[in-house]
């Protein structure tokens, strides 16, 4: 199965938490059907991507990189790679290494969540996740990042933007 074919896949099993998230859910579907390279950066009319929340739940705090592109904090994630066979295993890719913590798993059940946005390069289609970190995980600062920092629940509204936070509520009631 391709890449595409498992976004297209995981796009149909998945059940939207509302019918906003259900009408995102049939955009992305339509999209994938209209554009072949629609899961990879060289499509020019938006990509979809994948991204993943990285959560501490007994702590109670989620882990956001201060994008060094950006300039915002965000979750991880990003372009699907040639590499990447499923939606959910380029979120974790991408998590794994945006943070640097190894032994980080996907919250079952697929995607919390999916957000559409702008960026500098095209619209992002972006399929979310949530990632679990390991009891006693260290981040690492990587290439992408100015900064990886560990905020509370109630603290992300003060740094993120909507769509962040968004997602950080929708992690929070999964969990």
């Given amino acids: 199965m ?3 074919e498992d976004a297209a896949r995981t796009l149909e099993e998945w059940t ?5 998230q259900d ?7 339509d999209h994938l059907a209209a554009h072949p390279d629609g899961v990879w950066r ?3 009319d938006g990509h979809i991507t994948a991204s993943a929340l990285v959560v501490d739940p007994g702590r109670g705090r ?6 060094r592109k950006l300039r915002m904090w965000l979750q991880t994630g990003g372009h699907c790679e040639p590499g990447d066979t499923t939606l959910a295993g380029a979120a ?5 290494e945006e943070s640097g913590i190894a032994g980080l798993t996907l919250l079952p059940g697929g995607p919390a969540r999916l957000d559409r946005h702008a960026t500098p390069c095209a619209w992002h289609l972006d399929v979310q996740y949530a990632a679990l970190a390991p009891e006693g995980a260290v981040e690492a600062v990587g290439e992408e990042s100015l900064e990886l920092r560990w905020f ?7 740094v993120a933007d909507e769509s962040v936070v968004r997602l950080a509520d929708r992690t929070r009631a999964l969990l």
């Fill in 152 to 158: 509370g629940w109630d603290e992300v509204a003060a």
């Fill in 2 to 4: 391709s890449l595409r």
């Fill in 23 to 29: 009408a995102l859910r049939l955009s992305y579907r």
């Fill in 62 to 67: 989620v882990l956001l990189t201060h994008h």
């Fill in 16 to 20: 939207a938490p509302d019918g906003e």
């Fill in 92 to 96: 974790l890719r991408e998590a794994v």
């Fill in 42 to 44: 060289s499509c020019a």
